[in-house]
């Protein structure tokens, strides 16, 4: 009897909980309108543009707050940084870090100008120079619009050369005011930013960026070091344009004339020297009281060389001779 009466309570419990949901579900019917799975599913959902970038903002946040917090920091850097330029002049770079370099196109970040006074070799080495920050940092470049027709370095250099890309800066892409700083001082941070972040990484690519607010480098730098470390890297930025190259070809032919010999058809080499003289003598004049090499000190180098390069061909000659 106990038992039959455990059962009919189980079934009116049951028989309650069903006639319960029942009700539920009638309720909810009139509160929401039921469509079709095939409606549902093209259904889309519509949200103000504001509301859509605030919950990408809260996702966004919420995935770098738990990335951070799962981030382990290293107990031994990758790679020891060597002196700070700051320090000892010199220009050191990580060679087992790299950088991921920020989008050129990525108008939020910020980015260097550097200075682009000075003639044609100022410009190359000013140009070489900005772009090994982007190389070594990965940080965003800019050269400025052209102000005056000698004074601007894009349009200088791609006279010249066929492949000058570092873009020239435009208000709409590259905001805010640069902060003024010399070559050294900017390397230095930016080798100490690298330093720094290695601690964070869990491989040895750092992809946020190194840099906090645009700068403008006004000084004139030639890192001798840096550049001749990277010299194919350099060499590869400087691709004449073939007309320059023809006319180049054209003058060295009118001085082969008296030699019955051109650039293509000849049997000895050829040997170039650039003299810089216009700005050049100035310096030397009000800097160190010097003045320009003349005409007989070159023509005795000149001839100093050639017997050097043929005693030494007389002599290599002579050691190639199989005794008698």
């Known amino acids: 009897m106990g038992v039959f009466q455990q059962k009919r309570t189980i079934t009116r419990m049951l028989g309650f909980l069903c006639l319960f949901n ?31 970038e605030n919950l990408l903002k809260i996702y966004r946040n919420a995935v770098a707050s738990k990335t951070k917090q799962h981030a382990v920091p290293r107990l031994t850097p990758i790679e020891k940084p060597k002196t700070y330029p700051s320090k000892s002049g010199c220009f050191p770079y990580f060679s087992k870090l790299g950088v991921q370099a920020v989008a050129e196109n990525d108008c939020n970040k910020p980015y260097v100008t550097m200075n682009k006074s000075g003639r044609l070799g100022n410009k190359m080495c000013q140009y070489a120079s900005l772009y090994l920050l982007r190389h070594l940092f990965g940080v965003r470049l800019a050269t400025h619009k052209q102000v005056a027709i000698f004074d601007e370095m894009h349009t200088t250099l791609d006279k010249i050369f066929k492949n ?50 645009p700068y403008h480098i006004y000084n004139f730098p030639a890192p001798r070091d840096l550049l001749l470390e990277h010299r194919n890297l350099i060499h ?3 691709n004449f344009r073939d007309e320059v190259k023809q006319n180049a070809i054209r003058n060295i032919d009118n001085v082969l004339r008296s030699f019955n010999a051109t650039y293509h058809h000849r049997d000895f080499p050829i040997v170039t020297v650039h003299v810089r003289r216009t700005d050049y003598e100035r310096h030397l004049k009000n800097r160190f009281n010097l003045t320009q090499l003349d005409k007989l000190y070159f023509i005795n180098a000149f001839e100093f060389y050639k017997k050097r390069f043929c005693g030494s061909s007389e002599q290599v000659i002579k050691d190639l001779k199989p005794p008698m």
């Open 164 to 213: 000058i890309d570092i873009p020239v800066k435009k208000p709409d892409c590259f905001v805010g005011d640069a902060r003024g700083t010399t070559y050294t001082s900017l390397y230095d941070k930016l080798y100490r930013a690298e330093a720094t972040a290695q601690n964070t990484i869990t491989s040895n690519i750092i992809i946020e960026s190194l840099l906090d607010t």
């Open 22 to 52: 029942a009700l539920v579900i009638i309720g909810l019917s009139y509160r929401q309108q039921w469509v079709p799975l095939k409606e549902a599913n093209n259904t889309v959902l519509k949200l103000p543009r504001a509301a859509l």
């Open 236 to 238: 590869s930025l400087f």
